[in-house]
């Protein structure tokens, strides 16, 4: 039965979405709650991502394993998060114009 189109008691229904699962929680990737885990081949590279972490303030489990490939996706996919792009918005039509001319954009550019 779903929680949405419950038909019946309110507080039935009350009690049957407060045992559901929380999928509203926020728990963020890089934090004590959820640390990356990043695979290295040395020493060397453990401490320059050790550096990276901390100029982030990130958490991570770091592996030091010479027989497995090195693996950062999970570092690189925080730090590296595309931003989002902001389009200006087009003018209403019984706006003044972008270009400067001083007509309504309806009259003008449209």
């Given at each position: 039965?779903?929680?949405?189109?419950?038909?019946?008691?309110?507080?039935?229904?009350?009690?049957?979405?407060?045992?559901?699962?929380?999928?509203?929680?926020?728990?963020?990737?890089?934090?004590?709650?959820?640390?990356?885990?990043?695979?290295?081949?040395?020493?060397?590279?453990?401490?320059?991502?050790?550096?990276?972490?901390?100029?982030?303030?990130?958490?991570?489990?770091?592996?030091?394993?010479?027989?497995?490939?090195?693996?950062?996706?999970?570092?690189?996919?925080?730090?590296?998060?595309?931003?989002?792009?902001?389009f200006e918005k087009t003018p209403n039509r019984n706006e003044p114009c972008l270009c400067g001319s001083g007509k309504k954009y309806?009259?003008?550019?449209?």
């Open positions: 039965m779903s929680k949405l189109f419950f038909k019946g008691r309110i507080e039935t229904r009350q009690n049957h979405v407060l045992s559901g699962f929380n999928v509203n929680r926020d728990v963020k990737a890089g934090t004590a709650e959820a640390p990356l885990s990043v695979t290295v081949a040395n020493e060397q590279r453990k401490v320059e991502i050790e550096a990276l972490l901390a100029e982030h303030a990130l958490i991570a489990n770091i592996v030091v394993d010479a027989d497995q490939a090195e693996n950062i996706s999970e570092l690189e996919i925080i730090i590296n998060k595309p931003k989002t792009i902001r309806k009259k003008c550019c449209a």
